[in-house]
């Protein structure tokens, strides 16, 4: 089989590798071809890297078409069982953690990002966990009716909004990665 493992390679050579991958991506929107090049990266401990790599490219995009295709991947991978929910998680945390970043180049970041998180859950591929953690503009946070959480799930007060959209909970966040 020769060639070096996934797992030795340099991490900012697999970054590298997956921003390439989610270009060409977006250039012919065929899954397979990403599908076929995530996985002869060989590295499926690195996948939340391309979950967080797509949805920056979707917010910095603010286009449809990138938003549509960028779902339909992941949606593909999760699907496939080639992205796990907890690579889902992590890759969108790290988007969600370094907002306030984001945004100070993309403006309309909370709302795109607002968008695109509620786009992948009506898709299925992240679940209410990952909606009820969207850090939004100006600290709106979601409605049950936008993110489809009970209203008494969002009653329990376990949810608070402080500050610019950071959401804080009376939990420990080693909770919600149960």
């Not at 929107?29 to 890297?49: G, N, S």
């Not at 929910?85 to 992590?90: D, F, G, N, T």
């Not at 209410?128 to 409605?143: M, P, Y």
């Amino acid at each position: 089989m020769g060639g070096v493992g996934g797992g030795i390679r340099p991490v900012k050579y697999l970054v590298k590798k997956i921003v390439l991958l989610l270009k060409e991506y977006l250039c012919s929107c065929d899954v397979q071809e990403a599908t076929r090049c995530l996985k002869d990266l060989e590295v499926p401990h690195f996948h939340h890297e391309l979950v967080y790599e797509a949805v920056v490219m979707v917010i910095e995009s603010m286009h449809e078409k990138t938003d549509e295709a960028m779902c339909k991947l992941l949606q593909a991978l999760f699907r496939s069982f080639v992205i796990t929910i907890e690579q889902m998680r992590a890759g969108f945390q790290r988007v969600y953690d370094q907002m306030v970043d984001i945004s100070i180049d993309v403006p309309q970041a909370y709302s795109v990002l607002e968008r695109w998180v509620l786009r992948c859950r009506q898709a299925g591929i992240i679940n209410d966990d990952i909606v009820r953690k969207c850090q939004v503009a100006e600290g709106r946070g979601l409605s049950p009716r936008e993110t489809g959480v009970s209203s008494r799930t969002a009653r329990t007060g376990d949810l608070r909004v402080r500050g610019r959209g950071m959401i804080s909970s009376d939990r420990n966040k080693s909770d919600y990665f149960t």
